[in-house]
């Protein structure tokens, strides 16, 4: 039998935060099984920790992300429940994850009797998005140019996933928008966003109002996304909209009902950190 951790990653109280399955030794599954844990959990992401000690370190784990739709090359929720859980059980400190984006080094401390893990992840990029892609994106959402930010482009940033970003300068227009879902999925499908949509509205005072579309099976929207908070930071330094080092809120998941918090320091340069905290729903086999 496989230990299936269900866990809640960046919470803000008590019923919030991204669910996000943990499998801790996953070394007896191939691609189909783990394909079908995910979809049997049913959230957005699993990890699966398929060498729990590399090279005989047990703080050095190869880890893969599969969505209920497919694997995944990184995700940042599962990567901080997983952290979590592995530190409640080898205590904390540094942890190293080998992902399929490419290596990406946690730190873990206790903080109030609860574990903090903070990823730092993969070198980002920022790219252009191409302006009929850009214009059925927002006609997507329902939006037009005229409701994107004044200097902040539609572009794609990467920390591990790419994501298209799109910050909407009214708030009640972020607040009230609409889409499809398959018709969101059938874009970023043809786009290879294996990741989220990432909307956003800049609140000011260092605090970013986020929306993640992710859909796939009944999910719509994702109630907090590490990667695209990762990619959101390297987006706003590659515009020079932050001063590094820079640190700021992302408040995601109130229009799902899960209202979750992450918080993003930007270097000068390198990878982006995102840190939060994990707690456990449950455990099964």
Known sequence: MTEVLRMTAFPDGDEGGNPAGVVLDARGLDDAAMLALAAEVGFSETAFVVD????????????????????????????????????????????????????????????????????????????????PVRDELLGLLGLTPADVAEGRPVLEAFAGNWHPVVVVADRARFHGFGFDPAAVRA????????????VVHERGDGVV???????????????????????????????????????????????????????????????????????VLGAGS
Do not use: K
Not at 75 to 83: E, R
């Open 187 to 198: 874009l970023m499908d043809a786009q290879g966003w294996t990741g989220t949509v990432t």
């Open 52 to 131: 729990p000690a590399a090279v005989g370190d047990p703080r050095h784990l190869v880890v893969r992300y599969f969505s209920p739709h497919a694997e995944v090359p990184f995700c940042g929720h599962a990567t901080i429940a997983t952290a979590v859980a592995v530190a409640g059980r080898a205590g904390a400190g540094p942890l190293r994850f080998d992902t399929p984006a490419g290596t990406v080094h946690i730190g873990t401390t206790e903080q109030d009797g609860a574990v903090v893990a903070a990823f730092t992840s993969v070198p980002p990029a920022v790219r252009e998005l191409d302006a």
């Open 209 to 279: 109002e986020a929306r993640n579309l992710f859909p796939v099976g009944a999910i719509t929207e994702d109630p907090a996304t590490g990667s695209a908070a990762a990619s959101l930071g390297a987006y706003l330094r590659h515009l020079g909209a932050v001063a590094p080092p820079a640190r700021f809120t992302v408040h995601q998941g109130r229009h799902v009902g899960r209202p979750s918090v992450l918080l993003v320091d930007v270097p000068a340069e390198g990878g982006i950190t995102v840190s939060g905290t994990a707690t």
